[in-house]
């Protein structure tokens, strides 16, 4: 049985890992055209050593080396934009987290306002013989990570509204994306069998189709939400941009890339970020409070670890990170022991 001890790692300090993994920093790739890159700035990204004749840069993509090890040490060497050979085709890979810093200010704001409502609930369910009150926390960190998530890349907020609509489109939103990530991690029969397609065994393509075709009205409309803004001549400021205002200033007037339309790449882009930040953002913290409360000594000395470098009279800020050190090991080690994936149809 697996134990849990933050200090049993022996890469403590290899690197920042922040208490809310992805509320803090949401790193995402993105891919633009290599003809409209060049056509916007006259200059060719520097073209990432290593390619293979005919097949490119394929084999150092599948080596041994993690994914985001082998982009991060291209980034190092060649800076955050650079070209990739995939088969016979040519990707310019942006690799930044600078629109993420821009936003910081979401992040505070979002955690900020979701404690201070949490704070309320509790003055107004509190009673008088107990000072307690129950708390949902999948629910709360699932409805405090989606709104912070939305604001990056939409401006959108769904919940702590104060509005019924809202916090039901915000549910809607929720659920379709947890299901998403459960048809993500079931085993189709299909793609193992040729020739059975039709006979959707399980029904999944069909729960697939509309699962899809629901989370595809919600980008539709917040899409449109930014066009409408932009034809009538609304100017957003450069730090206040969300993903889609950028995306959108990028690919304006843009031809078909590789046979797909502009609103079609914004909108698969966005929810790619979603689907890689919302429910798994939402179980690692649930693991790491469930891991806490089940290991009250850990749970002390993250107290105290708090006490001593950042107080009790203030929130702990980004800047504080590197000094809760033991924090990044409970962090890390609730990574390892609980990794939030898809597993045999369970997330």
């Known amino acids: 049985m697996n ?8 890469f403590l300090n290899t690197a920042t890992v922040s208490l809310i993994p992805l509320l803090l920093a949401i790193p995402f790739f993105l891919f633009l055209c290599r003809s409209k890159l060049v056509t916007a700035t006259g200059k060719t990204p520097p073209v990432a050593a290593g390619a293979w004749p005919l097949i490119g840069h394929l084999p150092l993509l599948s080596r041994v080396k993690l994914p985001h090890i082998t982009f991060g040490a291209m980034a190092d060497k060649h800076g955050p934009l650079f070209t990739l050979k995939l088969g ?16 910081s200010h979401v992040r505070v704001s979002e955690i900020g306002a979701s404690i201070t409502e949490l704070y309320k609930n509790w003055d107004k369910k509190k009673n008088g013989s107990s000072s307690h009150f129950q708390v949902e926390l999948k629910q709360w960190f699932g409805e405090l990570t989606l709104n912070v998530v939305l604001r990056m890349i939409c401006g959108k907020r769904l919940f ?12 809607r939103c929720l659920s379709a994306i947890e299901e998403l990530m459960h048809l993500l991690g079931q085993f189709v029969p299909s793609d193992a069998i040729p020739g059975i397609g039709w006979l959707d065994l399980g029904a999944y393509e069909k729960a697939m189709k509309k699962t899809s075709k629901e989370l595809d009205c919600f980008l539709s409309e917040w899409l449109k939400e930014h066009k409408r803004k932009r034809a009538s001549g609304h100017e957003v400021a450069i730090e206040d941009r969300d993903f ?6 990028v690919l304006d007037d843009a031809e078909l890339l ?18 890689g930040s919302i429910d798994t953002t939402t179980v690692t913290l649930v693991w790491s409070m469930s891991l806490l409360l089940n290991n009250l000594n850990v749970l002390k000395k993250a107290q105290e670890e708090l006490d001593v470098h950042v107080g009790k009279d203030r ?8 000094k809760l050190i033991y924090i990044q090991a409970i962090t890390k080690e609730t990574l390892r022991l609980h990794p939030a994936s898809t597993s045999f149809g369970n997330p």
């Open 244 to 249: 889609m205002d950028v995306m959108l200033s």
């Open 160 to 171: 702590g509204m104060k509005s019924p609509e809202k916090d039901k489109e915000g549910r």
């Open 3 to 10: 134990k849990f001890d933050p200090l049993e790692m022996n």
């Open 88 to 103: 016979m085709q040519t990707t310019v890979v942006l690799l930044s987290n600078r629109r993420i810093q821009l936003l």
């Open 315 to 322: 929130f702990v800020r980004e800047s504080d990170l590197h």
């Open 258 to 275: 590789h046979g797909f339309d502009a609103d079609t790449i914004i909108k698969a882009t966005s929810l790619n970020i979603m689907i």
